[in-house]
């Protein structure tokens, strides 16, 4: 979900020309990165437990080997 919002973002940097898009895309990843995703996976840690850890260990975060 958040790396077909990136591709989509970029995408209307492109289609737009919009260097300023293009060029806060990276900022915006590293806030969407530190502020949802880390967050989401402690709230799932804590509820989920070692069932979450072991499914975290097994699935890549975002679809590549970490």
Do not use: C
Not at 4 to 31: K, M, N, Q, R, Y
Not at 42 to 60: H, I, M, S, T
């Amino acid at each position: 979900m958040y790396q077909g919002f990136g591709l989509f973002v970029l995408g209307i940097a492109f289609a737009f020309t919009s260097d300023w898009i293009f060029l806060a895309l990276p900022l915006g990843a590293l806030v969407m990165h530190v502020g949802v995703v880390l967050r989401e996976e402690r709230n799932l840690e804590a509820k989920f437990g070692d069932d979450y850890r072991r499914y975290k260990g097994e699935v890549p975060r975002y679809g590549w080997p970490v």
